[in-house]
C-alpha cells in the first residue's frame, strides 16, 4: 500500500539552526509529494510540492527534493526563524487515486 | 484567508444534541474533503465528495452524516457523538478529487469539537 513515514518529533531547534525532517514513502504508483505546515489554531496549508523525480519544491526558504532512489523527500531549511514553529506534515498523492496519503506529522519547537 | 471557510470554528456538544459543521470554498474545486485530526494520531480522511456525489466513505460511524448540496458547500451532521469523538475537524477542497496529485489540498482553519 501506500504511506508515508516522518522522523519522531518533537524537534526543539535555537533560531537560525539547519533544520532537516525527514520523510520517506512507500508507493505502489509514481506520487506527487507535498509538506504541509500547521500553525498553532490552523488548519494545514501547502508549503511545497514535487511532481516528479529530482524535482525540487522551494517556499519561504524551505526545500525538499524528491529523491526517488531513496524513496524520500527530506524538508532542510538553512536558518530556521521561531515563525517557524509549526506542525509539519509530508504526504504523496498517486495520480488517478481520490486521497492524499499523510505521515503523522512532526512538531518544531524554534527558541529564541 | 485560506479560500476554504469553516464554522463555527469552536463547538462544544453533548452526547444527545444534534449540531451540524459547515465548510464553504469559493476556489471554483470541484473535490471537498473530511478529515478527522485527534491529538497524537495521523490525520484521518473520512469522506470524500467529487462533484457533488460521495465517492469515498472511510469506515466513518454512522452518526456522522456528510452532506454536499453543490460543489462549494459541504456539511457534517452530527448526532448522539461519544467523549472520544473530539477532535479538530478539517474541511478541503481540491480542484477534482484525481487532481490533487497535481495541486493538493487547500485546507481550512478546522472546527475544534469538544463532546461532552
Known amino acids: 500500500g501506500n504511506s508515508v513515514t516522518q522522523m519522531e518529533g518533537p524537534v526543539t531547534l535555537s533560531e537560525e539552526a539547519f533544520l532537516t525532517i525527514n520523510c520517506t514513502y512507500t508507493a505502489t504508483g509514481y506520487p506527487s509529494l507535498f509538506w504541509y505546515v500547521q500553525y498553532p489554531g490552523e488548519g494545514l496549508q501547502l508549503l511545497l510540492k514535487a511532481t516528479k523525480a529530482d524535482d525540487k519544491g522551494s517556499n519561504k526558504g524551505f526545500e525538499a527534493t524528491y529523491r526517488k532512489e531513496t524513496t524520500s523527500f527530506h524538508l532542510e531549511k538553512g536558518s530556521v526563524q521561531v515563525s517557524d514553529s509549526a506542525v509539519y506534515f509530508c504526504?504523496?498523492?498517486?495520480?488517478?487515486?481520490?486521497?492524499?496519503?499523510f505521515g503523522q506529522g512532526t512538531r518544531l519547537t524554534i527558541n529564541p | 484567508e485560506t479560500g476554504v471557510t469553516q464554522t463555527p470554528r469552536h463547538l462544544v456538544m453533548g452526547m444527545t444534541n444534534k449540531k451540524s459543521l459547515k465548510c464553504e470554498q469559493h476556489?471554483?474545486?470541484?473535490?471537498m474533503y473530511w478529515y478527522k485530526q485527534s491529538a497524537k494520531k495521523p490525520l484521518e480522511l473520512m469522506f470524500v465528495y467529487n462533484f457533488k456525489e460521495q465517492t469515498e466513505n472511510n469506515s466513518v460511524p454512522s452518526r456522522f452524516s456528510p452532506e454536499c448540496p453543490n460543489s462549494s458547500h459541504l456539511f457534517l451532521h452530527l448526532h448522539t457523538l461519544q467523549p472520544e469523538d473530539s477532535a479538530l475537524y478539517l474541511c478541503?477542497?481540491?480542484?477534482?478529487?484525481?487532481?490533487?496529485?497535481?495541486?493538493?489540498?487547500?485546507f481550512g482553519s478546522g472546527t475544534r469539537l469538544t463532546v461532552v
Open positions: 504526504a504523496l498523492n498517486i495520480q488517478g487515486a481520490q486521497k492524499l496519503v
Open positions: 476556489l471554483g474545486h470541484n473535490a
Open positions: 478541503a477542497s481540491s480542484q477534482e478529487a484525481t487532481g490533487g496529485a497535481n495541486y493538493g489540498y487547500t
